[in-house]
T-cell receptor
Framework: DAGVTQSPTHLIKTRGQQVTLRCSPKSGHDTVSWYQQALGQGPQFIFQYYEEEERQRGNFPDRFSGHQFPNYSSELNVNALLLGDSALYLC???????????FGSGTQLSVL | LAKTTQPISMDSYEGQEVNITCSHN???????ITWYQQFPSQGPRFIIQGYKTKVTNEVASLFIPADRKSSTLSLPRVSLSDTAVYYCLVVIILTGGGNKLTFGTGTQLKVEL
């Protein structure tokens, strides 16, 4: 049983570009959350998807958007990249609101 | 939002018990406490969660006093492989469904021989 898988593992972009990160949740999970983790900091909540809709959102600008597909996989899109968007982007899935989260290994995004 | 405060770092030796205390003074009635472990270049991994009193699983124990303003993660007999960052979080159940985990900077635990 595969856990949470994310792709790509590493990505290099330049300022102003757009990026799409992908996540496949653990089997049986229907809720996907995205987090941004800067170096030396704890993960910061971006948003959570359930039933293909954004259910909750953290304090991130509209440049950050997402999508959840019928098979529960999810994408995170970031437009107009800034240097400060360089971070590890983590996807986490869960089976229910109160269930523990399972995290993927993340996508390391570098913006030059 | 319930903010958590925990030590930035702790050092221990193999075989010792490690207790990491976290304060969360503004925890709300329906919120609960959870702890995650993170190794470099990996996503956090769930350790334990609880609402009050004591919870124990195969890797750790979680002690929560009656006022729930703090909690203590206890790791029995640590080994070198327990060297990691440990995050204390308050899970906030949100109106309309879903929850949100607010991570702090965590506690860097270093275990030596």
């Amino acid at each position: 049983d595969a856990g949470v898988t994310q792709s790509p593992t590493h990505l290099i972009k330049t300022r102003g570009q757009q990026v799409t990160l992908r996540c496949s949740p653990k089997s049986g999970h229907d809720t996907v959350s995205w987090y941004q983790q800067a170096l030396g900091q704890g993960p910061q909540f971006i948003f959570q998807y359930y039933e293909e809709e954004e259910r909750q959102r953290g304090n991130f600008p509209d440049r950050f958007s997402g999508h959840q597909f019928p098979n529960y996989s999810s994408e995170l899109n970031v437009n107009a990249l800034l240097l400060g968007d360089s971070a590890l982007y983590l996807c986490a899935s869960s089976r229910d609101t109160n269930e523990k989260l399972f995290f993927g290994s993340g996508t390391q995004l570098s913006v030059l | 939002l319930a903010k958590t405060t925990q030590p930035i770092s702790m050092d221990s030796y193999e075989g010792q018990e490690v207790n990491i205390t976290c304060s969360h003074n503004n925890i709300a009635t329906n919120d609960y406490i959870t702890w995650y472990q993170q190794f470099p270049s990996q996503g956090p991994r769930f350790i334990i969660q609880g609402y009050k009193t004591k919870v124990t699983n195969e890797v750790a124990s979680l002690f929560i006093p009656a006022d729930r303003k703090s909690s203590t993660l206890s790791l029995p007999r640590v080994s070198l492989s327990d060297t990691a960052v440990y995050y204390c979080l308050v899970v906030i159940i949100l109106t309309g469904g879903g929850n949100k985990l607010t991570f702090g900077t965590g506690t860097q635990l270093k275990v030596e021989l």
